[in-house]
Protein backbone atom coordinates (compact mmCIF):
# COMPACT_ATOMS: atom_id res chain seq x y z
CA UNK A 1 0.00 0.00 0.00
CA UNK A 2 1.44 3.71 -0.96
CA UNK A 3 0.83 6.17 0.66
CA UNK A 4 1.66 9.25 -1.98
CA UNK A 5 -1.51 10.52 -3.80
CA UNK A 6 -2.32 9.54 -7.09
CA UNK A 7 0.12 6.35 -6.65
CA UNK A 8 -1.76 4.45 -9.14
CA UNK A 9 -1.26 7.16 -12.01
CA UNK A 10 1.28 6.48 -14.55
CA UNK A 11 2.68 7.98 -17.07
CA UNK A 12 6.26 8.03 -19.71
CA UNK A 13 5.97 11.49 -20.88
CA UNK A 14 4.67 13.56 -18.04
CA UNK A 15 6.69 12.47 -15.25
CA UNK A 16 7.27 16.22 -14.15
CA UNK A 17 3.66 17.18 -14.27
CA UNK A 18 3.12 13.84 -12.13
CA UNK A 19 5.42 14.67 -9.51
CA UNK A 20 3.93 18.55 -8.97
CA UNK A 21 0.42 16.61 -8.67
CA UNK A 22 1.82 14.46 -6.20
CA UNK A 23 3.63 17.18 -4.18
CA UNK A 24 0.42 19.49 -4.30
CA UNK A 25 -2.09 17.11 -2.90
CA UNK A 26 0.44 16.24 -0.16
CA UNK A 27 0.36 19.36 0.65
CA UNK A 28 -2.94 19.76 0.45
CA UNK A 29 -3.83 17.13 3.21
CA UNK A 30 -1.25 18.35 5.12
CA UNK A 31 -3.44 21.81 5.03
CA UNK A 32 -6.31 20.19 5.28
CA UNK A 33 -5.54 18.62 8.81
CA UNK A 34 -3.84 21.92 9.89
CA UNK A 35 -7.22 23.62 9.24
CA UNK A 36 -9.08 20.77 11.28
CA UNK A 37 -6.47 21.46 13.80
CA UNK A 38 -6.61 25.00 14.50
CA UNK A 39 -10.48 25.42 15.57
CA UNK A 40 -9.42 22.24 18.20
CA UNK A 41 -6.92 24.27 19.66
CA UNK A 42 -8.48 27.11 19.85
CA UNK A 43 -11.62 25.51 21.55
CA UNK A 44 -9.43 23.88 24.07
CA UNK A 45 -7.53 27.15 24.75
CA UNK A 46 -10.36 29.25 25.17
CA UNK A 47 -10.79 27.54 28.34
CA UNK A 48 -7.48 28.87 29.74
CA UNK A 49 -7.00 31.01 32.63
CA UNK A 50 -6.41 34.78 32.25
CA UNK A 51 -2.68 35.06 32.33
CA UNK A 52 -0.94 37.81 34.48
CA UNK A 53 1.31 40.20 32.74
CA UNK A 54 2.64 41.75 36.33
CA UNK A 55 1.94 44.79 38.30
CA UNK A 56 -1.62 43.71 37.78
CA UNK A 57 -2.16 43.62 34.63
CA UNK A 58 -3.61 40.34 32.73
CA UNK A 59 -4.58 39.29 29.20
CA UNK A 60 -7.52 37.69 28.14
CA UNK A 61 -8.85 36.61 25.01
CA UNK A 62 -12.56 36.39 24.41
CA UNK A 63 -13.21 35.78 21.16
CA UNK A 64 -10.19 32.89 20.48
CA UNK A 65 -12.91 30.14 19.59
CA UNK A 66 -14.17 32.57 17.13
CA UNK A 67 -11.34 33.34 15.25
CA UNK A 68 -9.43 30.31 16.02
CA UNK A 69 -12.66 28.84 13.33
CA UNK A 70 -12.18 31.53 10.62
CA UNK A 71 -8.15 30.96 10.59
CA UNK A 72 -9.47 27.01 9.97
CA UNK A 73 -11.86 28.01 7.49
CA UNK A 74 -8.99 30.47 6.00
CA UNK A 75 -6.94 27.35 5.72
CA UNK A 76 -9.55 25.10 4.30
CA UNK A 77 -10.80 26.57 1.21
CA UNK A 78 -7.24 26.75 -0.41
CA UNK A 79 -6.71 23.20 0.56
CA UNK A 80 -9.71 22.10 -1.32
CA UNK A 81 -9.03 24.49 -4.28
CA UNK A 82 -5.47 22.73 -3.99
CA UNK A 83 -6.54 19.35 -3.83
CA UNK A 84 -8.58 19.70 -7.05
CA UNK A 85 -5.82 21.58 -8.79
CA UNK A 86 -3.41 18.17 -8.24
CA UNK A 87 -6.37 15.67 -9.36
CA UNK A 88 -6.88 17.93 -12.53
CA UNK A 89 -3.21 17.97 -13.46
CA UNK A 90 -3.22 13.95 -12.28
CA UNK A 91 -6.11 13.56 -14.87
CA UNK A 92 -4.04 14.92 -17.34
CA UNK A 93 -1.29 12.69 -16.78
CA UNK A 94 -3.59 9.72 -17.12
CA UNK A 95 -5.01 10.56 -20.01
CA UNK A 96 -1.68 11.14 -21.63
CA UNK A 97 -0.96 7.71 -20.38
CA UNK A 98 -4.10 6.11 -21.55
CA UNK A 99 -3.53 7.94 -25.21
CA UNK A 100 -0.08 7.23 -25.92
CA UNK A 101 -0.47 3.82 -24.36
CA UNK A 102 -3.11 2.74 -27.06
CA UNK A 103 -1.45 4.44 -29.85
CA UNK A 104 1.69 2.61 -29.62
CA UNK A 105 0.21 -0.59 -29.06
CA UNK A 106 -2.17 -0.46 -32.71
Known sequence: MKLYPYS???TSHLKSL?????LLGGLSYIMLVVSMLIPVFGV???F???MQLGRGMTATIDN???ASFSAGFAFLIPS?????F???CAA???CEHKYTSTTHSL
Do not use: H, K
Not at 18 to 22: F, G, I, K, Q, T
Not at 80 to 84: K, P, T
Open 80 to 84: LFLLA
Open 64 to 66: LTV
Open 18 to 22: LLAAR
Open 8 to 10: TVE
Open 86 to 88: SGI
Open 92 to 94: IVS
Open 48 to 50: AQP
Open 44 to 46: LAS
